[in-house]
């Protein structure tokens, strides 16, 4: 069973990037396909980005496509999403997520494991 800890969120200026960490620890990290999700306040959770186990397919939500990128070092454990031209609707909670399916997925409701998540406000 996989442990998932964010990491990297915080305050950022609206136009401002962050890049945030998603560490696994307990499971083989390169067996499981991973996702990004966020909830708004008020607002239900919604899918960002996922990646393949090897890293090869990713997905993206088209509210990020060509802002938002992900990648992971299964060497590491690690997965990253980084975010540029940050706006103040990107502001929420982002969790990562992780499954041990093959192929990549936007559903949420298809991972298994998640993270406590880490803020991110963008000001305005």
């Known amino acids: 069973q996989v442990q998932l800890v964010e990491s990297g969120g915080g305050l950022v200026q609206a136009g401002g990037s962050l890049r945030l960490s998603c560490a696994a620890s307990g499971g083989t990290f390169g067996s499981y396909r991973m996702g990004w999700f966020r909830q708004a306040p008020g607002k239900e959770r919604e899918f960002v980005a996922t990646i393949s186990r090897s890293g090869s397919m990713t997905s993206y939500a088209d509210s990020v496509k060509g802002r938002f990128s992900i990648s992971r070092d299964n060497a590491k454990n690690m997965v990253y999403l980084q975010m540029n031209s940050l706006k103040p609707e990107n502001t929420a909670v982002y969790y990562c997520?992780?499954?041990?399916?093959?192929?990549?997925?936007?559903?949420?409701?298809?991972?298994?494991?998640w993270g406590q998540g880490t803020q991110v406000p963008v000001s305005s």
């Open positions: 997520a992780a499954d041990l399916r093959a192929g990549i997925t936007t559903t949420g409701a298809t991972y298994d494991y």
